[in-house]
């Protein structure tokens, strides 16, 4: 199973970007993680999805960023809105999988870069 990341990159205070993580080599991707990492900082869970669609956030990213997905893609989607400044970190997908050998596993994508600045 490889779980990948895409989408971040550079975007000025107030713009947006949408993150994907798609998991291949997979029958089925259960919950689904968003985690950021600041550096000097804690990894910080931004966003988890489950399985039938119930999502949480953090409180510092409520009403500016959505997560959703798509099962038949085997991946998951991290809508950033109105990015300021501390949202830049490396964003993170981490995720539950089955793998084609009916293994139930959590795996970790690499990182994408996300850097709000004007």
């Known amino acids: 199973v490889q779980l990948q990341a895409f989408g971040g990159g550079l975007v000025q205070p107030g713009g947006s970007l949408r993150l994907a993580c798609a998991a291949s080599?997979?029958?089925?991707?259960?919950?689904i993680n968003w985690y950021r990492q600041a550096p000097g900082k804690e990894r910080e869970l931004v966003a988890s999805?489950?399985?039938?669609?119930?999502?949480k956030y953090a409180e510092s990213v409520k009403g500016r960023f959505t997560i959703s997905r798509d099962n038949a893609k085997k991946s998951g989607y991290l809508q950033m809105n109105n990015l300021k400044n501390e949202d830049t970190a490396v964003y993170l997908c981490?995720?539950?999988?089955?793998?084609?050998?009916?293994?139930?596993?959590?795996?970790w994508g690499r990182g994408t870069q996300v850097t709000v600045s004007s």
């Open positions: 999805i489950t399985s039938s669609g119930s999502s």
């Open positions: 080599g997979s029958i089925m991707v259960h919950d």
């Open positions: 981490n995720a539950e999988v089955l793998s084609t050998d009916y293994v139930l596993s959590w795996f």
